[in-house]
């Protein structure tokens, strides 16, 4: 099987049809079954269920087994093309959440040389957008926030930091003068949040379902000074961990007691068994101790401060 077969292997098992995968490709309708024809007699079975050329086809069971095999090549090729492409460019391609860029980064970045800054590439986006982006070779590597543990066989994760998550009230509000709150007593409060491509969305859905509340989101921004200057104003509350540090004398940071909360972890991931360049390979091997010697102050400090 080659790449062009598993290509129309797979289109085929979406489009369900020969003619619509002949126009994706630009190709005739009999180059396609020939590739099929191909396949089976390679495999020796049957693969799809054929009818009337006008309707659409089924895959047998075979079939199916035979179509996550090619989804796994097509997304090893494509990988191998792109982890190849930025290797020859001589750059590394990192995923970079707005927290961690701007709360993080700048301590790693200290260990960095001007020439390994300018080697980096940043993409800056949430972490789930940037974990689904280190899985299919988009970035090379990616610093992300997280919670629980990342359970992908194809991911190792480098922790730096965990924080846990709190409520932000303008300091002239009747929340204010408490500090600390339960979220299900924030039930008909108004929130300012990050869009859902955050892991803050998917803890603050986590919380409202163990509360069986439906808090009102009236904004959502990509930004946390965004988040900090509307409830500064009085607009709304915020939910975001303590990670992002807050120097607004106008906002209130309060305590959730809810039990058995998630706490924010911050790492940084790379994919397993991926083969850097030299150039590559130095700046990843900075990035790590980098992060190593973060998390070993960051633990320090707590200590100080329990």
Do not use: C
């Amino acid at each position: 099987m080659n790449i062009r077969e598993a290509a129309y292997y797979v289109s085929l098992s979406e489009e369900k049809s020969f003619s619509n995968v002949a126009k994706k490709y630009r190709v005739s309708q009999p180059t396609v079954s020939a590739a099929i024809k191909r396949l089976e007699d390679e495999f020796g079975s049957q693969l799809l269920v054929r009818g009337n050329p006008h309707r659409t086809i089924a895959l047998t069971h075979t079939g199916e087994q035979l179509l996550g095999h090619a989804q796994e090549i097509l997304y090893h090729y494509q990988l191998a093309k792109t982890e190849i492409k930025n290797s020859e460019k001589r750059r590394l391609v990192v995923g970079m959440p707005p927290i961690i860029e701007t709360n993080y980064f700048p301590k790693i970045a200290q260990r960095l040389s001007p020439e390994d800054l300018t080697s980096i590439q940043t993409v800056e986006e949430g972490s789930i957008s940037a974990l689904n982006d280190l899985k299919n070779g988009t970035l090379d590597i990616s610093f992300l926030g997280y919670i629980g543990q990342i359970t992908n066989q194809m991911i190792d994760v480098h922790q730096i930091d965990q924080q846990p998550f709190s409520i932000l009230v303008a300091i002239n509000s009747q929340l204010a003068k408490q500090q600390r709150v339960n979220f299900a007593d924030l039930k008909n409060q108004n929130f300012i949040l990050f869009k859902d491509s955050f892991v803050h969305d998917r803890v603050f859905r986590q919380l409202s379902n163990t509360n069986h509340v439906r808090p009102k989101v009236i904004f959502r921004t990509n930004a946390a000074q965004s988040i900090v200057n509307m409830v500064a104003q009085g607009i709304g509350i915020g939910f975001l961990t303590n990670a992002i540090k807050i120097k607004d004398p106008n906002v209130v940071r309060l305590r959730l007691d809810d039990p058995l909360q998630p706490v924010f972890k911050i790492g940084l991931a790379l994919r397993r068994g991926m083969v850097f360049s030299e150039a590559q390979e130095k700046i990843v091997a900075i990035l790590k101790s980098a992060a190593k010697m973060v998390f070993i102050i960051v633990s320090i400090s707590k200590l100080w401060t329990v």
